[in-house]
């Protein structure tokens, strides 16, 4: 405690090593090593954060937050390519530092309102290595990248009339990216993105309306972004894109409370990254800097059910994004990332949980139908990549005995599709389903006070992927087989 407010401190330290992970026994690699370690999976990584946070008595509060890491590790090969990448990163580091502060709650004449602004800087190098083979010994080619972010955000709200609020947000980031090619030469490439928004939330009246529309609210918004992305060698603006957005939304409760029920329309743009434009992944891409914006136009309409230990939730969506951003294949064994007339995608989201007598139990399923539509480039209606049409997961948490808790998940993903770079078409990535078993246990440390910087110890006996599955999270690229993990904490 400070004599005109509190400061709040937290640090911490890490620091992972592993020689790979595990591969499990339905892959077959080429160049997997004893003990059926994936190829080329190691790591090397320290990090660290840092986070202060100042409360006034008056309801003001300033806070700094900064954590980095660095790291040097193996890009595993892609099993499914008949000449993969041997990749290794020498060297990655980040750092990211932001600080923020904010007035809190004030009167003002027309009621009440509060304003924030933060600043954040994001820094990042990278080295990256080529080979020629997998033995590792001959570098054939190379990045290394310098990459910085500047962000500044502003966001206020205020009280209408006592009743209604008005939201609003105003960002500006700064991107630059350096890069060195080896063959390639030098350049330089900048984005500016910028974006405008305001909301105006407004409660339905209680004597206007009655019944169940006495707790209904209704929001609207609309939103202005930008993008300013030069040309190499940071000349002048090439391109000056801008695009509108707004939203509609309403909810209201229903069974006195226990039944929140919603609906919302919205409008949105992204555009696309320097990555995206500009990136050839050492000749893994064809760069196309004529990349269009993406626009969303989406609905969700839902409800969420409170019961005593029960909570359940639903919400049927439909997602219609045109000039989508999709990976094509190119002569050569090569990407494109190019613009599609659109990607409809319409679904069902559930979300359900209960929790008694100490133990607890959560589920999610998701069941979808993603289609991409270019009748120039595609003819018919394609499959999207990466998007399964069922997905869905249960974890089950139980008290057993001495302090110990144990939890089970199964999570389960259908068959996806990928682009095949060699085949150049889609290939089917086969369902699959995940068993993860943990054990924890929290130790009180006897004697510790609350002026003791260490009052507990966590620890975790976990067994990941207990089946030893083979699931892809892309193609030629599985996750790792079993594994026996031990998690020590200190609270």
Same mark, same amino acid.
């Given at each position: 405690?400070?004599?005109?407010?509190q !400061?709040l401190v937290?640090?911490g330290?890490?620091?992972?090593s592993r020689?790979?992970v595990?591969?499990?026994a339905?892959v077959?690699?080429?160049?997997?090593?004893?003990g059926r370690?994936?190829?080329?999976?190691?790591?090397?990584?320290?990090?660290?954060?840092?986070?202060?946070?100042y409360? #006034?008595?008056?309801?003001?509060?300033?806070?700094?937050s900064a954590?980095g890491?660095?790291? &040097?590790?193996g890009?595993?090969?892609?099993?499914?390519?008949?000449e993969p990448?041997f990749?290794?990163?020498p060297?990655?580091?980040?750092?990211l530092?932001v600080?923020?502060?904010?007035t809190g709650?004030r009167?003002?004449v027309?009621?009440? #309102?509060?304003?924030?602004a933060?600043?954040?800087i994001?820094?990042a190098?990278?080295?990256i290595?080529?080979?020629?083979g997998?033995?590792?010994?001959?570098v $054939?080619?190379g990045?290394?990248?310098d990459?910085?972010?500047?962000?500044?955000? @502003?966001?206020?709200?205020?009280?209408?009339?006592?009743?209604?609020?008005l939201?609003?947000?105003a960002?500006?980031?700064?991107?630059?990216?350096?890069?060195r090619?080896d063959?390639?030469g030098?350049a330089?490439?900048?984005?500016?993105?910028?974006?405008?928004?305001?909301?105006?939330?407004?409660?339905l009246?209680?004597?206007a309306?009655?019944?169940?529309?006495?707790? +209904?609210?209704?929001?609207?918004?609309v939103?202005?972004?930008?993008?300013?992305?030069?040309?190499?060698?940071?000349?002048?603006?090439?391109d000056? @894109?801008?695009?509108?957005?707004g939203?509609?939304?309403?909810?209201?409760?229903?069974a006195e409370?226990?039944?929140?029920?919603?609906?919302?329309?919205?409008?949105?743009?992204r555009?696309?990254?320097?990555r995206?434009?500009?990136?050839?992944?050492?000749g893994?891409?064809?760069p196309n800097?004529? !990349?269009?914006?993406?626009?969303?136009?989406a609905?969700?309409?839902?409800?969420?059910?409170?019961?005593? +230990?029960l &909570?359940?939730?639903?919400?049927?969506?439909?997602h219609v994004?045109?000039?989508?951003?999709?990976?094509?294949?190119?002569?050569g064994?090569r990407?494109?990332?190019?613009?599609?007339?659109?990607?409809?995608s319409?679904?069902?989201?559930l @979300?359900g949980?209960w929790?008694?007598?100490?133990a607890?139990?959560?589920? &999610?399923? $998701?069941?979808?139908?993603?289609?991409?539509?270019?009748?120039?480039?595609l003819g018919?209606?394609?499959?999207?990549e990466?998007q399964p049409?069922?997905?869905?997961?249960?974890?089950l948490a139980?008290?057993? +005995?001495?302090?110990?808790?144990?939890v089970?998940g199964?999570?389960?993903?259908?068959?996806?599709?990928?682009?095949?770079?060699?085949?150049?078409?889609?290939?089917?990535?086969?369902?699959?389903?995940?068993?993860?078993?943990?054990l924890?246990?929290?130790?009180?440390?006897?004697?510790?006070?609350?002026?003791?910087?260490?009052?507990?110890?966590g620890?975790v006996? +976990?067994?990941?992927?207990?089946?030893?599955?083979?699931i892809?999270d892309?193609?030629? @690229?599985?996750?790792?087989g079993?594994?026996l993990? !031990?998690q020590?904490?200190?609270?």
């Open positions: 405690p400070l004599a005109a407010g !400061l937290r640090a330290v890490g620091h992972r020689p790979g595990a591969l499990s339905q077959e690699e080429a160049g997997a090593r004893g370690l994936r190829e080329n999976s190691d790591l090397e990584q320290g990090d660290a954060f840092l986070a202060l946070r409360h #006034g008595e008056a309801g003001d509060w300033l806070s700094l954590s890491y660095r790291a &040097e590790r890009v595993p090969p892609e099993l499914h390519l008949a990448r990749w290794r990163y060297e990655a580091r980040r750092m530092a600080v923020s502060g904010g709650q009167a003002t027309l009621g009440r #309102g509060d304003l924030e933060s600043l954040g994001d820094l190098h990278t080295e290595d080529a080979y020629a997998r033995d590792f010994q001959q $054939t080619g990045e290394r990248a990459d910085r972010t500047l962000t500044l955000r @502003l966001l206020g709200d205020h009280t209408l009339l006592r009743r209604g609020e939201r609003g947000a960002t500006l980031a700064e991107v630059r990216h350096d890069e090619l063959p390639g030098a330089t490439y900048r984005q500016r993105l910028w974006s405008l928004g305001s909301e105006v939330a407004w409660p009246s209680p004597e309306r009655g019944g169940w529309l006495s707790d +209904a609210r209704l929001s609207g918004g939103a202005l972004d930008g993008a300013d992305t030069p040309e190499t060698g940071g000349k002048l603006p090439l000056r @894109l801008w695009a509108t957005g939203r509609l939304g309403f909810s209201t409760l229903a409370g226990a039944v929140l029920l919603h609906l919302t329309v919205s409008r949105r743009a555009f696309p990254s320097l995206e434009l500009y990136s050839g992944a050492l893994r891409f064809v800097p004529e !990349l269009r914006p993406e626009r969303l136009v609905g969700e309409a839902g409800m969420t059910i409170h019961a005593r +230990a &909570e359940f939730q639903a919400v049927a969506f439909h994004l045109t000039d989508a951003i999709v990976r094509a294949s190119v002569e064994g990407f494109r990332r190019e613009n599609r007339d659109r990607i409809r319409r679904g069902l989201e @979300l949980g929790s008694g007598w100490g607890s139990l959560e589920g &999610e399923l $998701t069941l979808q139908r993603v289609r991409v539509h270019d009748p120039d480039a018919e209606a394609h499959r999207a990466y049409e069922v997905a869905g997961g249960l974890d139980a008290p057993l +005995a001495l302090g110990v808790r144990g089970a199964v999570d389960y993903v259908g068959r996806q599709w990928c682009v095949h770079p060699d085949l150049r078409r889609d290939v089917a990535l086969d369902p699959g389903t995940r068993l993860d078993l943990r924890e246990r929290v130790w009180r440390l006897q004697g510790t006070d609350a002026r003791r910087l260490l009052r507990a110890l620890t006996l +976990a067994l990941d992927n207990a089946a030893d599955a083979r892809y892309q193609c030629g @690229l599985p996750q790792p079993r594994t993990r !031990l020590l904490e200190l609270r």
